[in-house]
């Protein structure tokens, strides 16, 4: 069974932070690359950021210089840390796993995890 478990949304006021974990299970973590992606009511699932399996980062321009993917192989799990956090960051947010490294296509990635609601306030 391959499962993907988003955690640490919430509420935060904007200018604020928040990080989001991606624990997997039922995979060998590190033969895969993670991305993050996003969707907010109404709107298209867009990509955030992703780490490949030899640890290259890739962010969207949005939220280049803000946001921060990293990996920790030892937990299976990996992470975005999201700073300076804008009305417009609020979505539901979803971890998933490739392996074929084309970091901002939904398409290649084969596991997704449930979504964490983030939000952020004005």
């Known amino acids: 069974q391959v499962q993907l478990v988003e955690s640490g949304g919430g509420l935060v006021q904007a200018g604020g932070s928040l990080r989001l974990s991606c624990a997997a299970s039922g995979v060998t973590f590190s033969n895969y690359n993670i991305g993050w992606f996003r969707q907010a009511p109404g709107k298209e699932r867009e990509f955030v950021a992703a780490v490949s399996w030899r640890d290259t980062p890739r962010y969207a321009d949005s939220v280049k210089g803000r946001f921060t993917i990293s990996r920790e192989n030892s937990k299976n799990t990996a992470y975005l840390q999201m700073n300076s956090l804008k009305p417009e960051d609020t979505a539901v947010y979803y971890c998933?796993?490739?392996?074929?490294?084309?970091?901002?296509?939904?398409?290649?990635?084969?596991?997704w995890g449930q979504g964490t609601q983030v939000t952020v306030s004005s």
């Open positions: 998933a796993a490739s392996q074929l490294w084309v970091w901002d296509d939904p398409s290649e990635y084969a596991y």
